[in-house]
């Protein structure tokens, strides 16, 4: 649908592309990243569609190659290399596919290179108006650069200055409901016309500003911006207060990102016609996956989208979709940001072994100048895990603040609300309600050990109860949603058979024990084998169950902690096991970790052990002290 | 998984080539600067022009600042009404303290007045909010041409390119903006420290080139000196961080006002500078450079720079070196270490394996096997290491 509406709209329909989606045989989707572009090669083999092939080279947006197109060559050729396929050829990408062979059925995109899609939202009410515009802003998938609102305690002058500075892709202005007061959305954009805010690509363009706020405030409106920007008006993002409608503002983004945005970036006009499927913001095309996750087994899920820029986080909560994007917490570009917001000493926290601070700074900071290189020793891959922990812990505390309920709603409250005094201003997330915790980026789907992101997931993200956890495969989940708009079976298909590693179930207690002790007791009933232990508190024990594979559990928690059944209460439950298998995760929520350094080290070292993290012989090395600075 | 399994699509996804990151160092080379206005204005040399480093090539007026001013509000009427006590009409200018709008009650016996904020402009008269908005007037914004040289492009109303044989030295990270000095050599090993002592009163208004670190009391003493601008190989993050007074989140920069301009070449932490930027710098001991401590490592790539300007008589019979190509590794090619446990570790291509290689992370990337200056012979991942041109 969406596919033949583009293709209608650039008046492509049938001009290249004559076959149906199902009868697609061979098709070629890539993500312009930030750092790299990535080729994934997908192909319909008895009557299934499976992931075939893939291919990296580093992105060309950036000087002295500005064209998109010559990194998604590069890509396209390693997968022509490993497949035999030719695929391309002088003009593009072959396609449509030949009677020779040569070629594919489809060529689609997602990018998220030259910093994405970079907006400024503005609304009334902090809270409210311009809280659902970020939302919807964010659920677009962009980078939001920040929120200007009537009420966000900057003066008029401060918020002109900052608009004038921002120099987004686009805008999305929202505020009041629908047949409210009309004054105060007007005001904010008086504001932004008097700021006259310039794009960020390509000089002499009208600005895209998207208008979703009251609907009486209309008229005023555009006469205000419709000279100076180009205003394009969509249903009201808070037709009422009780109510938060997205969507229309969210396709709107879509629509003028292709239109305004993507052809303005440089070769994006040539990569624009290789294909006649809309170019997608990579964490859209992330988003989209992790939703089918949720909706395809009806459960709760966060997922976290770790890059080498930025940390997408994604919950799909009773139904509810958010997504947040913290545009400068990454493992590459933005590694010193990790450690400039985390400090120093939340990173060390979670370094087995003896070093400097300072060390590890200069460290960072020459990740951050030479962004490409790759961990080589044992250590320098543990330093990076840390940041990688902090990094998720940081985007996933950003998450939860957006991931709240409707602000400025009147209800009638509980007693018990009012003593608490939580309700809407606290996240609705509960983590023990959460089923799934999922992973996708380059350092978590080229970690050398599965476990070793299993780890990072129960670190950063502190699941409670039993939680799955699952990874992307080697990084196509973003290729997968841009081909779920055209061929969602094809995208289903090989979402759940070659993008989907399932780690296993981490089933991890709520509390803490402050004299230690037993934690809880399990009994594992798989294929006739039964496994039966206790487990000290402050310890992790893996029981490995392959994938695809159940199990009986049978767990009996001591009296101050709570598997999902309230404190000291047992539950019997069904299990799938993974790659890495059932995690007992016992050391405590919120997680402890010793503030003694020789203990901490200890610790970690335990912990990395039980769940065969890390080679065997690099525990011993720490322990004799063989690791230490500057080695 | 299918068929072509999981582990193999693992290893094909570390394959991607190396990237090197492609610092310049040349004796010679061409190099062109595009000077280019924020918004459009008037440009003031033509196309053939011979400029020097602090002439304005172009320049325009940015508009000024904006007050938004509640008129509705002073006076006490309802935002539609304000069109009759406007004492201005739109697009009228202003001066300081000029009544721009007055509302008499009470048959003239109270009177209330709206007095304009600054000079300017009127933009906005809003009969919704009952604001009105001030412009002030337009900021001139001049460009200068940064390095001597040739103006060989005009882009009518945007700015210019200019073009100069020069010498070249790309940083990997700096701090301030553009400067023009004369170049001072503060080392005579790329091994020694820039400290406190080698900085005295003829230091003022010079670029020191240093060996493989700058102190912290060092760059604090350079300030003080009026050291223009700093050139070493490598400055401790925890100094860096006192001398800016804030840390550095994403390697954006540029814009620091901190009295001088620091570039490093090599990294954190105290880094040797290979010999051939060292010397390349040596030769021009004394000479004029323009210096810019920009760096943006993301969206752009931009580098810090080094440019020494040279005269046609110094080049003639020169060949411009040839563009590095960003590939080209071969047995024989001369490399550096760009990641713990050999960072900085000087060396030349022994052998590329063709095959993927397990490294102690247990990763399988594609190598190189290096034969460094001491002798060693070390396996590197391809990712970690950058060509030296010579």
Not at chain 1, 104 to 109: F, R
Not at chain 1, 141 to 158: C, N, Y
Not at chain 1, 159 to 187: C, S
Not at chain 1, 481 to 493: F, K, N, R
Request: glycine content about 10%.
């Amino acid at each position: 649908m969406r596919l033949a509406k583009f293709r209608e709209r650039r008046g492509t329909t049938s001009q290249r592309q004559t076959k149906k989606p199902e009868e697609f045989e061979i098709m070629l989707v890539t993500d312009v990243g930030s750092t790299t572009t990535k080729a994934r090669l997908f192909r319909k083999k008895s009557n299934e569609y499976r992931f075939v092939s893939s291919g990296e080279a580093p992105t060309t947006v950036e000087a002295p190659f500005e064209d998109v197109t010559r990194g998604v060559r590069n890509a396209v050729r390693e997968v022509e290399e490993l497949t035999g396929l030719r695929l391309l050829e002088e003009e593009g990408i072959v396609w449509p596919r030949r009677a020779s062979g040569d070629g594919v059925d489809l060529y689609a995109t997602t990018s998220s290179a030259g910093g994405g899609l970079q907006m400024m939202v503005a609304g009334v009410v902090k809270t409210m108006t311009a809280e659902s515009a970020e939302r919807a802003a964010l659920g677009a998938g962009a980078i939001v650069m920040d929120v200007i609102a009537i009420d966000d305690g900057r003066m008029p002058h401060q918020k002109i200055e900052r608009i004038r500075t921002l120099r987004p892709d686009m805008i999305l202005l929202a505020g009041g409901t629908d047949g409210g007061t009309i004054t105060h959305v007007a005001e904010i954009t008086e504001l932004i016309a008097a700021a006259e805010p310039k794009a960020r690509l390509g000089i002499g363009y009208e600005l895209p500003i998207v208008y979703a706020g009251n609907k009486d405030a209309r008229a005023p409106i555009s006469k205000t911006l419709e000279d100076k920007f180009a205003l394009k008006i969509v249903d009201n993002i808070r037709p009422v207060l009780e109510l938060e409608n997205t969507d229309p503002a969210r396709d709107a983004i879509h629509e003028l990102f292709m239109e305004h945005v993507m052809s303005h970036a440089p070769g994006y006009d040539k990569l624009m016609k290789w294909t006649d499927v809309p170019i997608m913001p990579t964490p859209a095309g992330e988003g989209r996956m992790f939703r089918t996750l949720a909706e395809l087994r009806k459960v709760n899920v966060i997922g976290v989208g770790l890059g080498g820029a930025t940390t997408n986080v994604y919950s799909i909560y009773d139904g509810k979709f958010v997504r947040t994007v913290s545009a400068n917490l990454g493992m590459s570009y933005s590694i010193c940001n990790v450690l400039k917001e985390a400090t120093i000493g939340n990173i060390m926290r979670w370094v087995p072994f003896d070093i400097e601070p300072v060390v590890v700074r200069n460290r960072l900071r020459n990740k951050m100048i030479r962004p490409t290189t790759i961990p080589q020793t044992l250590e320098e891959l543990m330093v990076e895990h840390a940041v990688a922990r902090e990094a998720l812990r940081l985007g996933f505390e950003h998450h939860k603040q957006l991931a709240r309920g409707l602000r400025g709603v009147q209800r009638v409250r509980t007693m018990g609300e009012i003593f608490e005094q939580s309700a809407e201003e606290e996240t609705y997330i509960d983590m023990m309600r959460v089923d799934f915790l999922a992973g996708t980026g380059g350092l978590l789907s080229h970690a050398p050990r599965r476990a070793q992101s299993a780890l990072l997931l129960m670190d950063g993200f502190q699941p409670d109860g039993l939680t799955k956890l699952a990874q992307d495969s080697v990084f196509m989940m973003p290729h997968l949603g841009v081909l779920s708009t055209v061929h969602p079976q094809a995208a289903l298909e090989i979402f759940e058979k070659d993008c989907l590693v399932r780690l296993g179930t981490c089933i991890a207690p709520r509390g803490t024990l402050e004299k230690g002790g037993n934690a809880l007791s399990f009994k594992v009933e798989a294929e006739g084998s039964v496994v039966e232990e206790n487990v000290a508190f402050g310890s992790i024990r893996v029981v490995p169950l392959e994938s695809g594979k159940t199990a009986k559990l049978v767990l009996s928690p001591v009296k101050d902690l709570d598997v999902g059944r309230g404190p000291g209460h047992g539950l019997e439950t069904t299990v799938e096991g993974g790659v890495v298998g059932l995690i007992f995760d016992c050391r405590g929520r919120p997680l402890s970790i010793p503030v003694d350094p020789a203990a901490r080290r200890q610790k970690l070292l335990e912990w990395f052990q039980a769940m065969s993290a890390y080679p065997e012989n690099v525990y011993e090395r720490i322990r004799s002290g063989e690791v230490k600075e500057g080695s | 998984m299918s068929e072509f399994g999981q582990e193999k699509s693992r290893k094909e996804a570390s394959m991607a080539h190396a990237y090197t990151p492609g610092l310049k160092v040349k004796r010679f080379t061409i190099v062109s600067k595009m000077r280019r206005l924020p918004i459009p204005g008037e440009v003031l040399v033509e196309k053939g022009d011979t400029v020097t480093h602090d002439q304005v090539v172009a320049r325009t007026q940015v508009p000024g600042e904006i007050h938004l001013i509640n008129v509705a509000n002073a006076l006490g009427v309802d935002p539609e009404e304000i069109p009759q006590f406007m004492l201005k009409k739109l697009k009228d200018s202003v001066a300081k303290n000029e009544v721009i709008a007055k509302r008499s009650s009470f048959f003239g016996l109270f009177k209330s007045f709206v007095y304009a904020p600054s000079d300017g402009t009127i933009e906005l008269i809003s009969e919704v909010t009952g604001q009105i908005a001030l412009r002030e007037p337009f900021v001139p914004v001049e460009i200068t041409a940064y390095i001597p040289g040739k103006v060989v492009h005009v882009m009518p109303r945007e700015g210019v390119t200019i073009r100069t044989p020069a010498a070249l030295v790309q940083g990997i990270f700096g701090v301030g903006g553009e400067a023009h000095a004369n170049l001072k050599m503060t080392a005579s090993t790329p091994d020694e420290v820039l400290t406190p002592e080698k900085i005295n009163p003829s230091c003022e208004g010079k670029v020191l080139v240093g060996g493989s670190l700058v102190t912290g009391e060092a760059l604090a003493k350079a300030v003080k000196t009026g050291v223009k601008g700093i050139v070493v190989g490598g400055v401790e993050d925890e100094d860096l961080i006192k001398f800016l007074g804030y840390e550095i989140g994403v390697a954006i920069t540029g814009q620091e006002e901190i009295g001088t301009t620091l570039i490093i070449t090599e990294g954190f932490g105290r880094m040797k500078m290979p010999h051939r930027t060292f010397d390349l710098l040596k030769s021009f001991d004394g000479r004029e450079a323009s210096i810019n401590g920009a760096t943006q490592i993301r969206a752009g790539v931009i580098r810090p720079e080094i440019v020494i300007a040279l005269k046609d008589t110094e080049v003639k019979g020169l060949v411009e070196e040839a563009e590095e190509t960003g590939g080209g590794m071969a047995p024989g090619t001369p490399i550096r270490v760009i990641r713990e446990p050999y960072f900085g570790a000087i060396g030349h291509v022994a052998s590329l394996p063709v095959e993927l290689q397990v490294v102690e992370t247990e990763s399988d990337v594609r190598v190189v096997e290096i034969e460094l200056e001491d002798g060693r012979r070390v396996v590197v991942p391809r990712a970690n290491v950058e060509i030296i041109e010579e």
